[in-house]
Each structure stands twice: as structure tokens, then as C-alpha cells.
């Protein structure tokens, strides 16, 4: 299912960075991304987002935040491995959970696993969706630690060493 929306939050603050430079864009200057949402065994989801300036990682994590009322708090490193690492902010909703409001939104999760998934699983295929020739994602936390999900009720360590591929995956092996 294909859904429009525009990217409120995001424009806004590219909007505020041309302001200081005495720059100003315009509806010629949007362009578009598709955002892909998946909850785990659930089909996915594909959101049309618009955005102005490049096209990275950040700049995808803020549209899933602007659709999703969640806040997905990331920075990437590139490495001397040749690939990109995630850097999950212990700030962000992966680890504070959500708040009342967010949970009442378009995307209410009943527990703390399929939020952790959701996000994880929804920012790495937005990623490969837009942004192909970056290749694998690599998921971290406290600036290249492993990301631990320690809320989990099985908690669950992801290795900074190694792709992100999906729920599934990390599920099964």
C-alpha cells in the first residue's frame, strides 16, 4: 500500500539551515524517497517521503521519524572495512521505548520486541531502498559497541561486525 505524506520536520530544519546561509529552496528542490515499514511477519509498507538537500542515512532516519512518531536517533561511521555502521543514540526510542502518545499513533506496538524490530527492520530496507550502493548496514551502539536489547525478553546482542539483515534472520541464527 502506497501512501503519501510530506516530511514536515525534516524540511523544516533543512528550511532553518539555507535561512542562515541566505539560500532558499523551493518546490523545485523536493525530492523523493520511499520509506519501507515492516513489522515483523507482517507484508511491508512503502510511504512516499519528500526531502530537500542529500540523501543519507540521517536523512531517512528523520522521515521514518517524522511517519512514525518514533524517534529513530541514529549517526554513521564509515569504517576502514569499506562499509557503514549504524550508531543507534541511546536517546532515541529504540532504547527509551515510546511514549504514551507515540504508542497511540499510527503505529502502536503492544511490546517492546516488536518496536525494537520495527525500527531496526524498517530503517535497514528503507536504506537499501534508496540508498542501494551502500550495501550492507551495519547496527551498533555507543559508538561502535554491539547494539544490546537488553529489554527484550530474551535479550538480544547484535554484532557490530556483522550485517543487519533482518528480524528474521536474527530470529533464526
Same mark, same amino acid.
Given at each position: ?17 539555507? %535561512? ?5 529552496? +523551493? ?6 524517497? $520511499? =520509506? ?5 511477519? @507482517?507484508?511491508?509498507?512503502?510511504y512516499s517521503a519528500l526531502y530537500v538537500g542529500d540523501l543519507t542515512v540521517e ?18 561511521? %564509515? ?5 557503514? +555502521? ?6 532515541? $526510542? =529504540? ?5 504514551? @502518545? ?29 540508498l542501494p550502493d551502500l550495501g550492507d548496514l551495519y547496527y551498533s551502539m555507543d ?5 544490546v536489547l537488553g529489554q527484550m525478553l530474551d535479550p538480544v546482542t547484535i554484532s ?14
Amino acid at each position: 500500500m502506497r501512501k503519501i505524506f510530506a516530511v514536515i520536520l525534516a524540511m523544516t530544519m533543512l528550511l532553518g539551515l539555507a %535561512a542562515c546561509k541566505d539560500e532558499t529552496y +523551493t518546490d523545485e528542490d523536493n525530492k523523493e524517497m $520511499t =520509506l519501507v515499514v515492516q513489522r515483523v511477519g @507482517e507484508e511491508a509498507e512503502e510511504y512516499s517521503a519528500l526531502y530537500v538537500g542529500d540523501l543519507t542515512v540521517e536523512a531517512i532516519a528523520m522521515c521514518l521519524s517524522e511517519l512514525t512518531g518514533l524517534r529513530f536517533d541514529v549517526t554513521t561511521v %564509515a569504517n576502514d572495512y569499506g562499509y557503514l +555502521t549504524v550508531d543507534w543514540s541511546a536517546d532515541g $526510542t =529504540l532504547f527509551t521505548g515510546p511514549s504514551e @502518545e507515540q504508542n497511540e499513533g499510527d503505529f502502536p506496538f503492544g511490546n517492546y520486541e516488536s518496536l525494537a524490530w520495527f525500527m531496526l527492520d524498517s530503517l535497514n530496507l528503507s536504506v537499501q531502498r534508496n540508498l542501494p550502493d551502500l550495501g550492507d548496514l551495519y547496527y551498533s551502539m555507543d559508538g561502535g559497541k554491539a547494539l544490546v536489547l537488553g529489554q527484550m525478553l530474551d535479550p538480544v546482542t547484535i554484532s557490530p561486525d556483522k550485517p543487519y539483515i533482518s528480524s528474521e534472520y536474527q530470529l533464526t541464527h
